[in-house]
């Protein structure tokens, strides 16, 4: 049992299009970190929300941290084909050091 | 500034043997953790060293094991392969040991158990 569960596992769409990724959960996060992973390579953080109810913009990503700090979501408005990866969300439980917990991933496809 | 180095890129090791893979972190990054990648179970965390001494284990039999050497390099060891290790194994170094610290990935090295 996944203790991040993200959703839909699987995307494809048009350019142009916008998404949302949720990731969910039953505990609670001290933060929460969203990643992209491209083939063959590592993934690559792309923004950490910390407090409850907090959301950041990255271009035409938009991340949200649920107040209760334990769900997020990214929205991609006009998806572009640059945008195609794995997206994964990790969370931080608090404990002490760096172990990150991470989704199954998203894996989204833009179409041109 | 260096990004994280893995090497090697790609392994091909039978089954029984054993392999030993390596990270060097980001200059000045103290803390490096282990992940393995898989279709199946995702990115699941095996281990974390911060100055030489492993901070937090995940669920993984004794057959991985890590250490951290003083200029922060790690090395991950895996005994006796078996054909479920076949996977991305990806190190991550952060700067400090507090948690909520941004993890940077390498490219991870693809080991392939035969």
């Known amino acids: 049992t996944q203790l991040l569960e993200q959703s839909p596992q699987f995307l494809s769409i048009q350019e142009g299009e916008n998404l949302t990724v949720y990731c969910n959960s039953s505990?609670?996060?001290?933060?929460l970190q969203w990643y992209r992973q491209e083939p063959g390579e590592g993934p690559v953080l792309l923004v950490t929300?910390?407090?409850?109810?907090e959301v950041k913009k990255l271009k035409r990503l938009t991340f949200q941290f649920g107040d209760a700090r334990k769900d997020s979501s990214l929205h991609i408005t006009a998806a572009q084909p640059g945008d195609t990866g794995l997206y994964l969300c990790a969370g931080v439980r608090g404990e002490y050091g760096n172990k990150l917990v991470f989704g199954a991933g998203t894996i989204l496809r833009v179409k041109s | 500034k260096a990004g994280v180095t893995q090497t090697p890129r790609y392994l091909i090791k039978t089954r029984g043997q054993q392999v030993t893979l390596s990270c060097s972190p980001i200059s000045g990054h103290r803390s490096v953790s282990w992940y393995q990648q898989t279709p199946g179970q995702g990115l699941q965390f095996l281990f974390e060293y911060f100055s030489e001494t492993q901070r937090n284990k995940g669920n993984f039999p004794g057959r991985f094991s890590g250490r951290q050497f003083s200029n922060s390099r790690s090395e991950m060891n895996v005994s006796t392969l078996e054909l479920g290790d076949s996977a991305l194994y990806l190190c991550?170094?952060?700067?400090?040991?507090?948690?909520?610290?941004?993890?940077?990935f390498g490219q991870g090295t693809r080991l392939t158990v035969v």
């Open positions: 991550a170094s952060s700067s400090t040991g507090v948690t909520n610290t941004e993890a940077f």
């Open positions: 505990s609670v996060f001290s933060s």
């Open positions: 929300v910390v407090t409850g109810g």
